[in-house]
T-cell receptor
Framework: EAQVTQNPRYLITVTGKKLTVTCSQNMNHEYMSWYRQDPGLGLRQIYYSMNVEVTDKGDVPEGYKVSRKEKRNFPLILESPSPNQTSLYFC??????????????FGEGSRLTVL | LAKTTQPISMDSYEGQEVNITCSHNNIATNDYITWYQQFPSQGPRFIIQGYKTKVTNEVASLFIPADRKSSTLSLPRVSLSDTAVYYCLVGPTLNYGGSQGNLIFGKGTKLSVKP
């Protein structure tokens, strides 16, 4: 089954404790991206990757890191989480970054709480 | 980057046709318009995409006027299960200049369908 898998789905952590949210896709997609969703603010892009070893900042990259060492994986790293990073996070992938391919496939989301 | 403006919320009744309009005044020549649907605690999913005039699929129609500065998502005969948030997404452009993968979703329109 074609899918984007995120882990963990739910996490409660404390300020300053490094954490990684994994994202994996099995569709051989080139493009992957991370979003956070907060009430009243919609979806905001954190980072994106056009292909392996190519990453770039989205609109809200502060406090996050990413890496793209393999095509299928695109982990989101919070080196020193803070309470303002409490949010619902989504990973998405697409055949390419071009809109002509149409569809972004989203994961089920990871709800992160930083105390 | 083309930013979008949508109504924050809309109400409808079962069986009615719903039209959600999105404004994108600074859309670029090579930008496409894509709509996504999101249910609570789930990732968004693709509904429809178009460039100009009209596009129709099994779930919706997309109307785009000649100037492309707005677009309208039309949902025929909505049911309770169409209650969701709908996002209009414009871009990215085909210029490979770094912004190609930067996607701006906006805040979406929360559609509530009542019996």
């Amino acid at each position: 089954e074609a899918q984007v898998t995120q882990n963990p789905r739910y996490l409660i952590t404390v300020t300053g404790k490094k954490l990684t949210v994994t994202c994996s896709q099995n569709m051989n997609h080139e493009y992957m991206s991370w979003y956070r969703q907060d009430p009243g603010l919609g979806l905001r892009q954190i980072y994106y990757s056009m292909n392996v070893e190519v990453t770039d900042k989205g609109d809200v990259p502060e406090g996050y890191k990413v890496s793209r060492k393999e095509k299928r994986n695109f982990p989101l790293i919070l080196e020193s989480p803070s309470p303002n990073q409490t949010s619902l996070y989504f990973c998405a992938s697409s055949l390419s970054g071009l809109a002509v391919t149409g569809e972004l496939f989203f994961g089920e989301g990871s709800r992160l709480t930083v105390l | 980057l083309a930013k979008t403006t949508q109504p924050i919320s809309m109400d409808s009744y079962e069986g009615q046709e719903v039209n959600i309009t999105c404004s994108h005044n600074n859309i670029a020549t090579n930008d496409y318009i894509t709509w996504y649907q999101q249910f609570p605690s789930q990732g968004p999913r693709f509904i429809i995409q178009g460039y100009k005039t009209k596009v129709t699929n099994e779930v919706a129609s997309l109307f785009i006027p000649a100037d492309r500065k707005s677009s309208t998502l039309s949902l025929p005969r909505v049911s309770l299960s169409d209650t969701a948030v709908y996002y209009c997404l414009v871009g990215p452009t085909l210029n490979y200049g770094g912004s190609q993968g930067n996607l701006i979703f906006g805040k979406g329109t929360k559609l509530s369908v009542k019996p």
